[in-house]
């Protein structure tokens, strides 16, 4: 399968501390891979360096053929970042209309339907600061989605969602993979993870694992991917590499 | 640049001005108030009314001006809003100049307010006409507002944005010719004065409130203030990093 992102040799720092040790992966069009790991394993940069915002200590990182941050690849690549970044000062339908007009041929509608997409419509002429913070996390997702992006990277998009919510945002990330569009989704709750198409486990700047979940499971011998992580991570540690 | 983004751009910045009502309410009422207040100060003193009250209406539009925009863009930063902005096929140019736009009209009515209480309230006794001074109030605004977005580059925090105000606008404030005439300093400072554009803004408005028809002095000095806000918005831009740490 062709690859949406190829990640090659990454090194990052931040702040003089190694943040992702050559790190190597890969993400094929039209899947959704999850990227695991608890705060502070380098998740947010690895996202950050596919969008192109992090600056890199050396390496490569390509996005569907071009390299990362290049300006075709701006009206193609939806981003979320973990914080929601919208205006706190504006209704939801102001922001999700502002976002889609900085794009060729995105409408109006277009913002309405991805308002709708998120369950926000009922709460559209809201202003964002009177949101609860799920919702204001989801009006930040419509504003990444009304774009109808092919590359989608989003930094924990279910935090504080209710169940049913989160289940309808899964869905609709594995409709939009099924369409063509490829996803970056990071949690770093694992039950998340068999959601997943694939799933690169992190943890201190370090790939620990890359495959699909039920593979995951099958090598650590268990169907827990909680239990799968701390296996891997204390095979790690027993080996002698520095976890 | 990309009109329809720069133009959204400017129309989801008076958004969010217009869901501020306070906000908005000090930009059109305080230079006013504040206008009045020194028309009392100096009561019985018409002449110095007429002089430091012409040249506060250029000056008030740049402080608030300053002050307003440096928030707002490092609310950008801290927010994220820049950071996703800068993910979105819109310039860097787009953003400023939606900035520039959004804030002159604002800064045109609150120059055109506080230059009508000037004329009708207090009777200001200005040679030149009404529209050379709102050219100048809405140039200085500009001023104001392309020094803020290019200040807010070096705040980290809004205690830091806050007190670039005063390291900006009191120097500029003290060589300008206001409180000494600039003739009389010394050399260095002088020579300090002649660099700093709030110079220009009050040289021009001091010709407004001299000759009744534009002099070319004013065009002149029309052409440095924009030109430094242009200077200044070009060097905000380069201040904004696509790639961060």
Same mark, same amino acid.
């Given at each position: 399968?062709?690859?949406?992102?190829?990640?090659?040799?990454?090194?990052?720092?931040?702040g003089?501390?190694?943040?992702?040790?050559?790190?190597?992966?890969?993400?094929?069009?039209?899947?959704?891979?999850?990227?695991?790991?608890?705060?502070?394993?380098?998740k947010?940069?690895?996202?950050?360096?596919?969008?192109? !915002?992090?600056?890199?200590?050396?390496?490569?990182?390509?996005?569907?053929?071009?390299?990362?941050?290049?300006?075709?690849?701006?009206?193609?690549?939806? =981003?979320?970042?973990?914080?929601?970044s919208? =205006?706190?000062?504006l209704? !939801?339908?102001?922001n999700?209309? =502002?976002?889609?007009?900085? =794009?060729?041929? &995105?409408?109006?509608?277009?913002?309405?339907?991805?308002?709708?997409?998120?369950?926000?419509s009922?709460?559209?002429?809201?202003?964002v600061?009177?949101l609860?913070?799920?919702?204001?996390?989801?009006?930040?997702?419509?504003?990444?989605?009304?774009?109808?992006?092919?590359?989608?990277?989003?930094?924990?998009?279910t !935090?504080?969602?209710?169940? &049913?919510?989160r289940?309808?945002?899964w869905?609709?990330?594995?409709?939009?993979?099924?369409?063509?569009t490829?996803?970056?989704?990071s949690?770093? !709750?694992?039950?998340?993870?068999?959601?997943?198409?694939?799933l690169?486990?992190?943890?201190?700047?370090?790939?620990i694992?890359?495959?699909?979940?039920?593979?995951?499971?099958?090598?650590?011998?268990t169907?827990?991917?909680?239990?799968?992580?701390?296996k891997l &991570?204390?095979?790690?540690?027993?080996?002698?590499?520095?976890? | 640049m990309?009109?329809?983004?720069?133009?959204s751009?400017?129309?989801?910045?008076l958004?969010?001005?217009?869901?501020?009502?306070?906000?908005?309410?000090?930009?059109?009422?305080?230079?006013?108030?504040?206008l009045?207040l020194?028309?009392? %100060?100096?009561d019985?003193?018409?002449?110095?009314?007429?002089?430091?009250g012409?040249?506060?209406?250029?000056?008030?539009?740049?402080?608030l001006?300053?002050?307003?925009? +440096?928030?707002?863009?490092?609310?950008?930063?801290? /927010?994220?809003?820049?950071e996703?902005?800068?993910? /979105?096929?819109?310039s860097?140019?787009?953003?400023?100049?939606?900035?520039?736009?959004?804030?002159?009209l604002?800064?045109?009515?609150?120059?055109?307010?506080?230059? $009508?209480?000037?004329?009708? $309230?207090f009777?200001?006794?200005?040679?030149?006409?009404?529209?050379?001074?709102?050219?100048f109030?809405?140039?200085? $605004?500009?001023?104001?507002?392309?020094?803020?977005?290019?200040? +807010?580059?070096? $705040?980290?925090?809004?205690?830091?944005?806050?007190?670039?105000?005063?390291?900006? %606008?009191?120097?500029?404030?003290?060589?300008?010719?206001?409180?000494?005439?600039?003739?009389?300093?010394?050399?260095v400072?002088?020579?300090i004065?002649?660099?700093?554009?709030?110079?220009?803004?009050?040289?021009?408005?001091?010709? %407004?409130?001299?000759?009744? +028809?534009? /002099? +070319?002095?004013?065009?002149?000095?029309?052409?440095?203030?924009?030109?430094?806000?242009?200077?200044?918005?070009?060097?905000?831009?380069?201040?904004?990093?696509?790639? /961060?740490?």
């Amino acid at each position: 399968m062709e690859n949406a992102i190829e990640v090659a040799d990454l090194v990052v720092k931040r702040g003089g501390r190694l943040v992702l040790d050559h790190l190597s992966t890969s993400m094929p069009v039209g899947s959704v891979t999850g990227l695991l790991g608890p705060s502070g394993s380098g998740k947010t940069t690895l996202m950050r360096a596919i969008v192109g !915002v992090q600056k890199v200590e050396s390496g490569t990182v390509t996005v569907l053929g071009q390299p990362a941050g290049s300006p075709k690849l701006r009206p193609i690549v939806g =981003y979320l970042t973990q914080a929601p970044s919208v =205006y706190a000062d504006l209704t !939801v339908r102001e922001n999700a209309r =502002y976002f889609a007009s900085l =794009y060729d041929g &995105v409408s109006r509608a277009d913002a309405d339907r991805a308002i709708a997409d998120v369950g926000l419509s009922s709460a559209a002429d809201q202003v964002v600061n009177t949101l609860s913070g799920g919702q204001r996390s989801r009006a930040s997702l419509a504003c990444t989605l009304l774009s109808n992006p092919k590359l989608v990277i989003l930094d924990e998009p279910t !935090v504080g969602q209710d169940p &049913v919510l989160r289940d309808d945002l899964w869905q609709r990330f594995h409709e939009l993979a099924r369409a063509g569009t490829t996803l970056v989704v990071s949690s770093h !709750v694992m039950d998340e993870a068999s959601r997943c198409d694939r799933l690169i486990l992190i943890r201190d700047g370090l790939i620990i694992a890359d495959d699909t979940p039920s593979a995951v499971q099958t090598q650590t011998g268990t169907n827990d991917l909680e239990a799968a992580f701390l296996k891997l &991570v204390r095979q790690r540690e027993d080996e002698g590499v520095p976890a | 640049m990309n009109p329809r983004i720069l133009f959204s751009t400017a129309g989801r910045v008076l958004n969010q001005l217009r869901h501020d009502r306070r906000t908005l309410a000090l930009i059109v009422a305080m230079p006013a108030l504040l206008l009045t207040l020194i028309y009392y %100060v100096f009561d019985d003193q018409r002449l110095v009314f007429n002089h430091v009250g012409l040249i506060m209406l250029g000056i008030f539009p740049f402080v608030l001006m300053f002050i307003v925009t +440096s928030i707002a863009m490092l609310r950008e930063r801290t /927010t994220g809003t820049l950071e996703r902005l800068l993910t /979105t096929p819109l310039s860097k140019l787009d953003l400023l100049f939606g900035y520039a736009l959004a804030f002159g009209l604002a800064a045109a009515i609150q120059a055109g307010v506080v230059t $009508a209480v000037a004329y009708w $309230a207090f009777d200001i006794a200005i040679a030149g006409s009404f529209w050379w001074v709102m050219v100048f109030a809405v140039a200085d $605004a500009i001023l104001g507002m392309a020094l803020g977005l290019l200040a +807010s580059a070096f $705040a980290q925090t809004e205690f830091q944005a806050v007190q670039f105000m005063p390291a900006v %606008v009191l120097p500029q404030l003290f060589l300008c010719g206001l409180f000494a005439p600039r003739a009389e300093m010394a050399g260095v400072l002088g020579g300090i004065a002649k660099v700093l554009p709030m110079t220009y803004a009050v040289e021009a408005l001091e010709q %407004v409130g001299r000759y009744t +028809s534009a /002099t +070319s002095i004013m065009y002149r000095d029309l052409v440095i203030v924009v030109g430094a806000a242009v200077v200044a918005l070009a060097l905000a831009a380069a201040t904004l990093r696509r790639r /961060t740490d």
